[in-house]
């Protein structure tokens, strides 16, 4: 997890088991910060597999920072990936990017509006 500005937290996942502790890792971060969240940008360029508990925890980890009125940017999915969140139809639910620096581009562009 590293904090690129202020405002934006980038994470870069890897498969299990670690992704699972990496999530839960960044969901505690956000539930337990005082004042505004920062955005994220989770990195899934090293993930090749995601569970429906991975599910989940994107869905939570969605609803905590849109609670908070921050946004969540998915990036660099492989096709594996992306065709679960297509059958799962969470293609329509999460804001993806083809890679870091769109996602940061596009989370920067969402703040100036």
Do not use: H
Request: glycine letters at 4%.
């Amino acid at each position: 997890m590293t904090d690129w500005s202020d405002n934006i937290i980038v994470t870069d996942l890897s498969d299990e088991p670690s992704l699972s502790e990496e999530l839960t890792m960044l969901i505690d971060r956000l539930t337990s910060s005082p004042g505004k969240l920062p955005s994220v940008v989770v990195n899934f360029a090293n993930v090749t597999y995601v569970s429906s508990s991975n599910l989940a925890q994107l869905l939570k980890l969605r609803k905590v920072l849109a609670d908070g009125g921050s946004s969540l940017r998915l990036c660099s999915v492989s096709d594996e990936v992306w065709s679960v969140m297509m059958v799962t139809g969470l293609d329509k639910v999460f804001q993806f990017a083809p890679d870091p620096l769109t996602a940061l581009a596009g989370l920067q562009l969402d703040a100036e509006e």
